[in-house]
Nanobody, 127 residues
């Protein structure tokens, strides 16, 4: 069982920045990849970014490329999402997720690839 706890959400003006954190607890040694998804009101939960714990390769959804950066601190068992140049369209609840099965470029953006999820943190970007 892997427990994930997100933090860092809040209200920010368009053009501003936020950094989300996701602390991982318990059995983190068998995590192959970690990711961020987001869910806007009335929409499906959608992939934002992911990082492989084996290769450190990173993957991004097209609309966040160049604005968001995913990273991790192994010593702290913490995943981060640095979000810059935020837009109102980025408003959503952001979830971190962990995969204990092999994740590749083929399935990295699929919700079904991830076994554990955090409770989410709200991000609101005002125009």
């Amino acid at each position: 069982q892997v427990q994930l706890v997100e933090s860092g959400g809040g209200l920010v003006q368009a053009g501003g920045s936020l950094r989300l954190s996701c602390a991982a607890f318990e059995h983190t040694f068998n995590v192959y990849a970690m990711s961020w998804f987001r869910q806007a009101t009335g929409k499906e939960r959608a992939f934002v970014a992911a990082i492989s714990t084996m290769t450190s390769n990173t993957y991004y959804e097209d609309s966040v490329k160049g604005r968001f950066t995913i990273s991790r601190d192994n010593a702290k068992n913490t995943l981060y999402l640095q979000m810059n140049s935020l837009e109102p369209e980025d408003t959503a609840v952001y979830f971190c997720a962990a995969a204990t099965r092999l994740v590749t470029v083929v399935n990295v953006a699929q919700r079904e690839s991830y076994d554990y999820w955090g409770q989410g943190t709200q991000v609101i970007v005002s125009s």
